[in-house]
Each structure stands twice: as structure tokens, then as C-alpha cells.
């Protein structure tokens, strides 16, 4: 078995990541938290229609073959640790700050290289970290964003998302092979629209809470609700459901969420008149709904059911 690298993140870009790992040397492991959708499968070098409904991790894999080993969770600080054990390369794939945030922590306290890639719409950026060499994501990437462009609304040319995991296995690859990647220290960008590249060098910031002051806030902080991609969609993760329902299949899960769930292949969707949900084995719910608040009370409804 060779160098074991994990890619977070199985949707546009780390499905094309893993598909060109698995042909390496690599020992992969995926993690993602959701479901395939319709929209996942535009653009798709990897899922199909008889995809639809499982779990994002577990049809990679099974694509990528013996080499993938799925995780279907969400990363988070109470899990990273276990989740992450053994890696030597850790591949960003993802499509929000706070993972990566996450990952950029965990990875300069273990001194773990980390390669950052993105698509949206007709660009593509990518980026490797290195530690203990500055600087980290977060010199660069210090405000959280308030309002974010997602690829729910602004889609992803296939072409971005080529160009996007090409870069991350190739930094990968350098790693593996104990060479300084490219983009180390550096910042790649392509609009492949207007067929445009280029490489920023990126300079650390004196001030980073990471890499200059040593803070790790996210790992050691805990989580309980977040936006997640695309406008109006909650993640919860209900913790405290997963004792309870970790035996229950979907079709048992469906039955005791009761009106409008539906069991479909690895989860169970919910439809009410002003939101909807995805309820994992486990108890993890990701909720679509007009602001917080509507969702936090569809996420109480199904907290309430599976606890009774």
C-alpha cells in the first residue's frame, strides 16, 4: 500500500482528484458528508444516474476502486483527529471557509502538507501548504466571509474543475515523491473562460492567529449548526441523536420521522410547504429552509421524533 492521502470533499473537483490519484501510487481515503443529487452529476467524469441518492464517499470509492476507503462524516474538531490519523497528505476539495479554516489548523499543529483547491463557475485556484513553512491558508485568508459565491448558484464549468484537481495531484504528486510542489507559497488561478492563468506569491502574515501566535480556535471550539454551500441550507449535526438511531436503517429512520419522509438508497428526505431535509443514519440533518430560525424548527421536529 503506498502513502495514504485524504481528499475532503467528493463533489465536482475531488471526484476528478480521486479519480487521477487512484491510477498512483496513493492509498486514498474520502471523506464527504452528503448524498448525490441531481446537480452533481453535470459535468460528472465519474457518477452516473444509478448514483443518485448514496452517500457522496462510498460511490467514489467504489469508482475509484480498492485503493478509496469512504468516510461518510461530517469533519469537524471532535473528529478530526480520528478521522485524519495516518494521513500524510491532506487534499481540500471542499466549498466553505470553515473547513478549510479547520483543516489549516489541524494541519500546521501536526505539521501535515495540505494542497487547497477550488472551482466556481469558470474559475479555478489551488495552493499548497506546507508547514512549517509560511504561510498557512489563513495568512491569506483571515475574514470569514459573509456572503458567499457557491457553486448551488453559480455552477462550475467542468473545464475549472479540471483545472483545479490537475493542479492538486500534481502538488500531491511532488509531495509524494518528498519534492517542493509548485505552488507552495503561491496561489494559482485560471478562468478558463477567458483562458487566463496565473501564480500569486503569497506572504504570511505576522498577525496570523495559526502560524504566527499558535491559536487553534477551531479545534478547539464545537460545533452545532452551519451554513453550509449554496444560500438558505443548514448543516446540524445532533450529536446527541447518534446513540440513539446508529442501528436503524433508512427505512426505519423514514418510518419514525413519519410524515413526508421518504427513504432514498443511503438517506431520508423530508419535504414540508416552506422547508426540507436530508436526514443521515446517525441523525445528521441538513435542512434547506428561508432563514435559521425555519430551520432550526424542522431540525427540532426531527430531533423530537427520533428521540421518542
Known amino acids: 500500500m503506498g502513502l495514504q492521502a485524504t481528499i475532503i470533499g467528493a463533489g465536482r473537483t475531488g471526484s476528478r482528484i480521486a479519480a487521477a490519484l487512484a491510477k498512483t501510487?496513493?492509498?486514498?481515503?474520502?471523506?464527504?458528508?452528503?448524498?448525490?443529487?441531481?446537480?452533481?452529476?453535470?459535468?460528472?467524469?465519474?457518477?452516473?444516474?444509478?448514483?443518485?441518492?448514496?452517500?457522496?464517499a462510498e460511490a467514489l470509492a467504489k469508482h475509484v476502486g480498492a485503493y478509496g476507503t469512504?468516510?461518510?462524516?461530517?469533519?469537524?474538531?471532535?473528529?478530526?483527529d480520528e478521522l485524519l490519523e495516518g494521513t500524510r497528505i491532506v487534499?481540500?476539495?471542499?466549498?466553505?471557509?470553515?473547513?478549510?479554516?479547520?483543516?489549516?489548523?489541524?494541519?500546521?499543529?501536526?505539521?501535515?502538507?495540505?494542497?487547497?483547491?477550488?472551482?466556481?463557475?469558470?474559475?479555478?485556484?489551488?495552493?499548497?501548504?506546507?508547514?512549517?513553512?509560511?504561510?498557512?491558508?489563513?495568512?491569506?485568508?483571515?475574514?470569514?466571509?459573509?456572503q458567499v459565491l457557491s457553486c448551488s448558484t453559480s455552477g462550475i464549468d467542468g473545464r475549472?474543475?479540471?483545472?483545479?484537481?490537475?493542479?492538486?495531484?500534481?502538488?500531491?504528486?511532488?509531495i509524494a515523491q518528498e519534492k517542493r510542489p509548485e505552488l507552495a507559497g503561491k496561489l494559482f488561478f485560471a478562468?478558463?473562460?477567458?483562458?487566463?492563468?496565473?501564480?500569486?506569491?503569497?506572504?504570511?502574515?505576522?498577525?496570523?492567529?495559526?502560524?504566527?501566535?499558535?491559536?487553534?480556535?477551531?479545534?478547539?471550539?464545537?460545533e452545532t449548526a452551519q451554513l453550509v454551500c449554496g444560500s438558505g441550507q443548514w448543516l446540524f449535526l445532533n450529536v446527541g441523536l447518534k446513540e440513539k438511531v446508529r442501528h436503524y436503517t433508512v427505512q426505519a429512520l423514514a418510518a419514525k420521522l413519519g410524515r413526508g419522509a421518504t427513504a432514498i438508497e443511503s438517506v431520508v428526505q423530508i419535504t414540508r410547504e416552506?422547508?426540507?431535509?436530508i436526514v443521515f443514519p446517525g441523525g445528521r440533518a441538513t435542512i434547506r429552509a428561508k432563514d435559521e430560525p425555519a430551520a432550526r424548527k424542522l431540525n427540532d421536529e426531527i430531533a423530537e421524533r427520533l428521540s421518542a
Open 160 to 174: 475549472a474543475a479540471d483545472a483545479a484537481a490537475q493542479k492538486a495531484v500534481e502538488q500531491a504528486q511532488a
Open 70 to 80: 469512504p468516510i461518510c462524516e461530517h469533519l469537524c474538531a471532535q473528529n478530526i
Open 91 to 146: 487534499l481540500d476539495a471542499t466549498d466553505n471557509w470553515h473547513a478549510r479554516a479547520l483543516v489549516n489548523e489541524w494541519c500546521w499543529k501536526t505539521k501535515t502538507p495540505w494542497i487547497y483547491s477550488g472551482a466556481l463557475a469558470a474559475k479555478a485556484m489551488a495552493s499548497a501548504i506546507t508547514p512549517p513553512q509560511k504561510p498557512c491558508w489563513l495568512c491569506w485568508n483571515a475574514i470569514e466571509p459573509t
Open 191 to 222: 478562468d478558463v473562460g477567458k483562458k487566463v492563468e496565473t501564480q500569486t506569491p503569497l506572504v504570511a502574515n505576522p498577525e496570523c492567529p495559526v502560524c504566527a501566535k499558535g491559536k487553534l480556535p477551531l479545534l478547539n471550539g464545537t
Open 274 to 277: 416552506k422547508a426540507s431535509a
Open 25 to 56: 501510487s496513493l492509498t486514498l481515503t474520502i471523506i464527504d458528508r452528503d448524498c448525490l443529487e441531481e446537480s452533481d452529476l453535470t459535468d460528472s467524469p465519474v457518477y452516473g444516474r444509478a448514483d443518485l441518492g448514496k452517500m457522496k
